[in-house]
């Protein structure tokens, strides 16, 4: 992807759900690296994006000819969004994590619903969650 697509979708989630160009930068950089195992593992089936990370496929759908491209430039096939977000388990974003971090990118924790699901009244602060 160019800089300058990354940019301009940046710029668009920041914009589209209220979050700061920098948080906004990070949810793509998850979002892309989600979109690219997803579609490089064919594993879309038991993948979800986490709550936090899913406005950077909404934004880059949005943005259809350059997704349809992109889609088509690296899988050869449109990667469809078939959004159940009743699937979105601490075991499953583990499991999706741990699928990105194999694939050799960096992922970035806080993105992947653990502080926001956290009871902050329970939290010991050495949980999973916090």
């Not at 209220?18 to 950089?29: C, K, L, P, S, T």
């Not at 943005?63 to 990667?79: D, T």
């Not at 974003?93 to 956290?118: N, Q």
């Amino acid at each position: 992807m160019s800089p300058e697509l990354f940019d301009r979708l940046t710029a668009f989630c920041a914009d589209e759900y209220g979050m700061d160009v920098g948080r906004a930068g990070r949810v793509m950089n998850e979002g892309l690296a989600f979109l690219w195992v997803m579609g490089a593992t064919e594993k879309g089936d038991v993948m979800a994006p986490s709550r936090d990370v899913d406005p950077a496929w909404h934004t880059f759908m949005l943005h259809s000819q350059e997704y349809a491209e992109w889609c088509e430039e690296h899988f050869g096939r449109f990667l469809h969004h078939a959004p159940n977000s009743k699937t979105r388990t601490t075991g499953l974003m583990l499991d999706v994590m741990d699928l990105i971090r194999g694939a050799g990118f960096e992922v970035d924790r806080s993105l992947w619903g653990f502080a926001a699901d956290c009871n902050a009244p329970a939290c010991c602060g050495d949980g999973p969650c916090c």
